[in-house]
């Protein structure tokens, strides 16, 4: 069975225009099976979690080119990057056409280190993440979410917002599998990803010597999820350096595990430097991790703020990610910790957002918005909203529209 994705269109249409196509992101968010239903088709598939063929690779790359011409799909090449060299080769030589090779991976250090050496400006790279709920609810909208009111006149959700239905969609996760077969057990699919994803990429990126630290480490920051990331707490609390910590957090960012929110700055080195928010991208793994087992629990636990808003960015970030873009959106947080939970920032205008489970939702829960004006002078604010639990989209101020979140 097979689910519509967003980014079908793109796939198409980069695989008309870039000799080779790849597709990034976590295992099991549908990758192959996206390539499988669009542009890769009916073209011989070969994936390198094939043990036997990734040796006869490594022992013979030029060898495999040669004997299996393009059109061709690949699978999970960060296992031979080696493979780059010798695509590229080929592609040289066929400069004329488009589509030759269709690539996915899990793991972006290898994959960009690869295609920067080799494919740079002759690669489409495309990042997806586990299905949207616009993609559950089978919507036709694929537009990139942006607070304005452009946006929110054209966004016309499918069915009305039903909070019980969000909380176990939330519970329950967003990898297609789980998605599509309701019977599979949710605990054992997520025991079952979790030693996988550590036997198989974490140990490649990293040689992680203490599987137990690491779950341990994956722990405290699911805990953190919709938080800021402050490495020495963590650190302290797994029990191992600072360095450490930096190293196993940027495996999980590779890995499309996680992904970190940089703080709103006009000065770019400003943003790099400063901690950044911490979201997991899928928000059933971060439950299994905390032992959240039911979405009961979860919807009335001390964790379901953060889980919602964890949720939400997550969502705003599958918008741009199944449209081709990358998302220009960041946070704001000032020396008294006063916030702002985004901010979009679009053509030198700022469009911010605050993030609350509320169902009742009032003007004082957006009075940081205020703050901007006076924080960046040099910029105009442009019109925000509070995407929260509430059933119809009202205006709640002149520049502030209330946005149920099935609008997102």
């Known amino acids: 069975m097979y689910l519509k994705r967003h980014m079908e269109k793109l796939i198409f249409e980069r695989g008309t225009n870039y000799q ?32 036997t063929l990734l040796a006869s690779i490594k022992q013979d790359m030029q060898g495999f080119l040669s004997d299996n011409k393009p059109p ?13 060299r010798g695509i590229k080769m080929i592609i040289d030589k066929r400069k004329e056409e488009n589509g030759l090779y269709f690539l996915t991976g899990s793991q972006k250090f290898e994959l960009m280190q690869g295609v920067s050496e080799t494919l740079s400006g002759r690669i489409a790279i495309l990042n997806l993440l586990g299905l949207s709920s616009r993609e559950i609810n089978r919507e036709d909208f694929y537009k990139p979410f942006i607070p304005s009111f452009e946006f929110l006149e054209n966004r016309k959700p499918n069915g009305i917002q039903d909070n019980k239905d969000l909380w176990k969609r939330i519970h329950r996760g967003f990898f297609p599998k789980l998605v599509l077969n309701p019977s599979i057990d949710w605990a054992g699919y997520y025991a079952d990803y979790l030693k996988t994803y550590i036997e198989r990429d974490v140990q490649k990126l990293s040689s992680v010597g203490d599987n137990i630290s690491f779950v341990n480490f994956m722990t405290t920051l699911a805990a953190r999820t919709g938080q800021l990331l402050n490495i ?3 650190a302290r609390d797994v029990g191992v350096s600072e360095p450490t910590i930096k190293k196993w957090i940027s495996v999980l960012e590779a890995s499309n595990v996680i992904y970190l929110l940089r703080p709103f700055s006009q000065n770019i080195t400003t943003r790099v430097v400063k901690a950044p928010k911490l979201y997991f991208l899928d928000t059933a793994l971060a439950c299994y991790l905390c032992k959240w087992l039911t979405p009961e629990t979860l919807q009335n636990g001390a964790m379901s703020g953060q889980i919602f808003e964890t949720y939400v960015v997550g969502e705003i970030l599958k918008s741009y990610y199944n449209a081709g873009k990358e998302p220009s959106v960041y946070f704001f947080r000032n020396d008294k910790a006063e916030e702002v939970d985004l901010l979009f920032f679009l053509d030198g205008t700022i469009h911010p957002v605050e993030i609350k489970k509320t169902a009742s939702p009032k003007s004082s829960d957006v009075s940081a918005f205020k703050l901007l004006g006076k924080a960046f002078p040099a910029l105009a604010i442009g019109s925000g909203a509070l995407i929260c639990t509430y059933d119809k989209m009202l205006q709640l101020t002149d520049d502030v529209k209330i946005v149920p979140v099935n609008w997102i």
């Open 20 to 51: 080779t196509v790849l597709v990034t992101g976590a295992r099991q968010v549908g990758k192959s099976t996206l390539l499988e239903n669009t542009s890769a088709k009916n073209i011989p598939q070969f994936t390198l979690d094939d043990l």
């Open 72 to 84: 061709l799909f690949i699978d999970e090449i960060q296992y031979a990057p080696e493979l780059f």
């Open 232 to 234: 020495a707490a963590v």
